[in-house]
């Protein structure tokens, strides 16, 4: 079982930054793909980006591509997603999850952290 845990999330202006962190501990973090999610108000729980387990491969939402970038550390046991020109649609709570293989759909995911808001206002 792996444990996840988020932070790095607050409230910014539209077009400002925030960069987002997920740490792990429990067995075989390393062998695992790893994924951001987001979860608005009254919405469905959406892919955001994706992480092979070796780090090489990458997967974006299309309404984040060009904007956010996906990371990992292996010998930190942590996950980055970095998010620039943030909208207030982006406005969501944000989780990191992780999956024996790289999936877009949250039925990949095995387990989850408990996340952390993210706010897009002026």
């Known amino acids: 079982q792996v444990q996840l845990e988020e932070s790095g999330g607050g409230l910014v202006q539209p077009g400002g930054s925030l960069r987002l962190s997920c740490a792990a501990s429990g067995r075989a973090f390393s062998s695992y793909a790893m994924g951001w999610f987001r979860q608005a108000p009254g919405k469905e729980r959406e892919f955001v980006a994706a992480?092979?387990?070796?780090?090489?491969?990458?997967y974006y939402a299309d309404s984040v591509k060009g904007r956010f970038t996906i990371s990992r550390d292996k010998a930190k046991n942590t996950m980055v997603l970095q998010m620039n020109s943030l909208k207030p649609e982006d406005t969501a709570v944000y989780y990191c999850?992780?999956?024996?293989?790289?999936?877009?759909?949250?039925?990949?995911?095995?387990?989850w952290g408990q996340g952390t808001q993210v706010t897009v206002s002026s």
């Open positions: 999850a992780t999956a024996p293989i790289i999936a877009t759909v949250p039925g990949g995911y095995n387990s």
């Open positions: 992480v092979s387990w070796t780090g090489r491969n990458t």
